[in-house]
């Protein structure tokens, strides 16, 4: 019998289409008959950042040639709806009375082809009385202008009225040797998954037809049938291939939301696509933190005192980004540290921009980049070496849970050893020396070295587990039902390596159905790295109950003993113990089993509790001092996600992961100009990351396995991005502290650099 | 306006709006939607595609410019079900993530080793600036293109 697939590097089987024909994009289903003549949506959004509707006239639009309708909120009967943590903030899907960023959808333009609702969208013209942009978190928090008047502050949800304590100010530092105190700017960036938001939509008997790009079908479903007033029954969402999401796709917009109700008004399918102007505006934004941090301790390197306040920009609605900070932020703020003492208060503000919504980490990465940076600033303040400090503070491995005193408690960690791991594969000793080399010569390329060791939540996401079913097919095919939702992983590769492992059916003969609701009712969606701990354990166990069946089935008809049943997993056969000659098929079992409602298993798989994914990474940058440009020339990655599936996916995830993080530390930034105008609104203005900036990437493997399920799995997809943005914005400042420079925000532009070298001019 | 193209190897004659993007024709008109958009501004490079042997951006240009002209797209790489070297190197080096950038990329990989058959990475990482990726870091992209030239 040949051993174990798990664990191997196997190659994906999703990519010969992808990479002979392209995926089926929602924009590409141009064959799907159920959409035969479909008309085409364009939103005409508002160009200011906030203000009154006095007017909306559509009546130039309306004639337009190939306009088949235009809808208003007002038309439409609209009413504003509120938002689920907090309703004293409601909005209806079209703005009617206010609007309240750039991009926010005001009137829908049916059209013959998506040219004509475009020329369309032009002619609608918006009368506003202009209010103050409040685009500034801070500006916003302080302002007497409201941008929900209800609310009577911008300031909609705060830690302290979740019943949680305050920050108690520089007493909390009593005591404390040395205090460093820095205010950080976590910016505000945008998701860009390359596929931009997209859906068509039919009515088929009665019920309505969402073809959408989405992380979330079932979630999706439930919030498209309630924004429709629809039973969930009364809705199917189909995810065709989904073109990245990262967060931003995991709920379901207005844009999305109100379709089914436009198709059933014209009576006739729709489709709509968003152009990249419009994602840059209008899909979910992620990050946006503005941390006032403190940090103290003994001058021996000893951290005894720690203290946060997180402002997060929640943009004009109030949408996940609001709850990032106290639920995700918050209770990661000791990081790997055994810090005696920590406060950490959490206030989320909304502003005259995009709404904020979870981004690959989604409050995790904003958590370790605030205690990174507090360490750095701590060692700097001491004189020493920011590896050396955190060896001193980090918390000794374990392997029971152990619960930090912010109170959240992890599975399994073993930090200084993947700290070790990290700087010996980047030769770390040799990197200082020649950092001194370059220092005592006054190089004008200094030589930056970043450190970061972390910690993050994975799986810790409601729902807390996943349903997988299993189908046996009459010609020995396995078809595995996932509420899972791939959008890039790679899940129709590692979920039939895990069902070929359980059963011996061939993995070219496992096929894959995810993210349409009437197949698969129920589940959780990719998200917050929770796919293969939940929804691959799931099939793993599934796929070991259908054995079991199975040898029931086979037991019957071998006329034997159930026990005495055992499977050729080469053969994909089941025979007596000792008598392999005389055998049956998994085709045979399927088909025996046909009277019975044939082979097939499905059941919830439930977790205790999330995992806790660590690792340390390593930055080396180089940094032009006459220019202030940053050059990222090395990355070293060392993420323990326990065990590993298929080494191939998980350094695809890492590679990814440490790009984007990179990517923030250093390049990418969301901007408004003063009266709430995006600047970044394209893909050439905003500075997304690309081959020619990134490095080659160094990965180094490490498996603590955690016990919270059979695996021994945790997440991976988010690792990469948490632990290299604080690393590389590190070594920007490591690359200049020798010059007096202790703290640079994200992103470390040349300009910023250069400012923080020189002083602003 | 009338045109016709020769894509992957078939002649195709069309008419469309005069202000119809090559992109749009190849994939509203001709129904090969392998070819992708993922931006506005030619800044992403999803819609690369070959025109008489060289790569293109296909948003960049009207479909009445490419009339008498050769284009390929990824459906016309493979013979058959033989793949593309470039197509085998993005497998074997998981070169590939989502899919949406993947047509663009391979196609601009092919053209990039026709223009410099040994690059080196830094060549290869600069010469696929223009096509951007979300999912895998580049990393095993370029490793992807590092390999077919050596094939």
């Not at chain 1, 979330?216 to 065709?240: C, M, Y």
């Not at chain 1, 399927?590 to 097939?600: C, E, I, Q, R, S």
């Not at chain 1, 945790?714 to 914005?729: C, H, L, Y």
């Not at chain 2, 050769?70 to 497998?91: C, N, R, S, Y």
Request: proline share 4%; aromatic share 6%; glycine share 10%.
């Amino acid at each position: 019998m040949g051993g174990s697939i798990l664990g191997n590097r196997v190659l994906r089987k999703e990519d010969p289409k992808f990479l002979t024909v392209g995926g089926k994009y929602v924009d590409d289903l141009l064959d799907e008959s159920l959409l035969t003549g479909a008309l085409h949506v364009t939103y005409a959004r508002s160009t200011v950042a906030h203000g009154k509707i006095l007017s909306i006239d559509t009546s130039d639009a309306a004639s337009m040639p190939g306009i088949v309708a235009v809808f208003t909120g007002a038309n439409l009967g609209l009413t504003p709806q509120p938002a689920t943590f907090n309703p004293m903030v409601a909005r209806s899907a079209l703005a009617m009375d206010k609007v309240r960023y750039v991009g926010e959808p005001i009137v829908a333009i049916i059209s013959e082809t998506r040219e004509q609702g475009e020329d369309a969208a032009e002619m609608v013209i918006v009368d506003y009385d202009i209010l103050e942009a409040l685009t500034d978190l801070e500006q916003a928090l302080t302002s007497s202008t409201h941008i929900y008047e209800s609310c009577g502050s911008n300031a909609v949800f705060d830690t302290t009225a979740l019943g949680m304590p305050d920050n108690t100010g520089d007493a909390f530092f009593e005591g404390c040797e040395v205090v460093v105190k820095q205010r950080v700017l976590n910016q505000r960036v945008a998701p860009c998954p390359l596929e931009v938001r997209g859906a068509a939509v039919a009515w088929v008997d009665g019920r309505l037809y969402q073809w959408l790009s989405t992380q979330h079908a079932q979630g999706a479903r439930d919030s498209i049938a309630a924004a429709n007033g629809l039973d969930a029954s009364q809705v199917r969402v189909i995810t065709p291939d989904v073109g990245g999401g990262f967060g931003a796709k995991i709920g379901s917009y207005p844009e999305e939301q109100l379709l089914g109700r436009l198709s059933k008004e014209v009576g006739m399918p729709l489709r709509w696509r968003e152009t990249r102007s419009e994602s840059m505006m209008a899909l979910g934004h992620g990050r946006a933190q503005v941390q006032y941090l403190t940090i103290g301790g003994t001058r021996d390197g000893h951290v005894t005192a720690y203290q946060m306040h997180v402002l997060q920009d929640c943009g004009a609605w109030f949408d996940m980004g609001a709850i990032l900070a106290p639920f995700m932020t918050r209770p990661m703020s000791s990081g790997v540290y055994a810090i005696p003492k920590i406060e950490c208060r959490t206030t989320s503000v909304i502003t005259n921009t995009t709404p904020v919504v979870a981004y690959r980490g989604a409050g995790r990465p904003e958590a370790t980049a605030a205690i990174e940076r507090a360490m750095d600033l701590f060692a700097a303040e001491i004189g020493m070496d920011a590896a050396e400090v955190r060896r001193k503070n980090l918390i000794p491995k374990f392997d029971e849970p152990h619960t930090t005193v912010i109170g959240q408690t992890y599975d399994v960690g073993d930090y200084e050893v993947a700290l070790d791991k990290a700087l010996n594969a980047a030769n770390y000793e040799e990197l200082r020396a020649e950092q001194a080399r370059r220092r005592s010569s006054g190089d004008v390329k200094q030589l930056g070295i970043g450190v970061s060791v972390y910690v993050e939540i994975t799986g810790g996401v409601p729902p807390m587990g996943e349903t997988a079913k299993i189908e046996i097919t009459d010609d020995g095919r396995a078809i595995v039902y996932t509420g899972t939702s791939p959008h890039g992983q790679g899940h129709a590769t590692a979920w039939s390596m895990l069902t070929s492992e359980q059963t011996g059916i061939p993995m070219e003969n496992v096929e894959l159905v995810w993210g349409d609701t009437d197949l698969v009712p129920s589940g959780g969606g990719t998200m917050g790295s929770r796919s293969l701990q939940q929804g691959g354990v799931a099939v793993f166990k599934v796929a070991g109950q259908v054995v079991d069946k199975a040898k029931a089935i086979a037991a019957r008809l071998l006329e034997a003993n159930e026990e005495d049943i055992v499977l050729d997993r080469d053969r994909g056969a089941f025979h007596v113990a000792g008598t392999p000659a005389v055998a049956k098929t998994w085709a045979e079992l399927a088909v025996a089993a046909k009277a019975d409602g044939g082979l097939k298993h499905e059941e919830m798989h439930s977790v205790a509790s999330a995992t806790f994914p660590f690792g340390a990474h390593v930055s080396v940058v180089e940094v032009d001092t006459e220019t202030g440009k940053v050059s990222l020339i090395k990355q070293i990655a060392c993420d323990d996600a326990g065990k590993v599936l298929n080494p191939l996916l998980l350094d695809g995830q890492i590679h990814g992961g440490v790009a984007q993080g990179a990517a923030q530390a250093l390049l990418e930034e969301v901007r408004y100009d003063a009266d709430g105008n995006p600047v970044t609104s394209n893909l050439a203005d905003y500075a997304f990351i690309s081959a020619a900036e990134m490095p080659d990437i160094q990965v180094v493997h490490m498996e603590t396995p955690t016990f919270v399920n059979p695996l021994g799995v945790k997440g991976i997809g988010e690792s990469g991005t948490i632990g290299s943005t604080p690393a590389v914005q590190s070594a920007v400042i490591d690359a200049l502290s020798h010059l007096g420079v202790r703290h640079i925000d994200m992103p470390c532009t040349p300009m910023r650099v250069w400012e923080a070298l020189h002083g602003r001019k | 306006m009338k045109l016709s193209i020769k894509v992957n190897g078939v002649s195709r004659d069309g008419d469309v709006e005069p202000r119809t993007l090559l992109v749009q024709y190849i994939r509203e008109h001709l129904g090969l939607t392998g070819t992708n958009i993922g931006c506005d501004t030619s800044s992403c490079g999803a819609c690369t595609v070959h025109m008489n042997g060289e790569s293109v951006k296909s948003c960049t240009m009207l479909a009445v410019q490419a009339d008498g002209c050769e284009v390929l797209t990824i459906e016309g790489l493979a013979k058959g079900d033989e793949m593309h070297p470039m197509q085998k190197a993005f497998m074997e080096n998981h070169g590939l993530q989502c899919g949406y950038c993947t047509p663009g990329m391979v196609m601009a990989a092919i053209g990039l080793l026709k223009e410099n058959p040994s690059p080196t990475e830094e060549d290869v990482r600069i010469g696929l600036e223009g096509n951007l990726c979300r999912c895998t870091g580049y990393h095993n992209i370029v490793k992807s293109v590092l390999a077919a030239a050596k094939s």
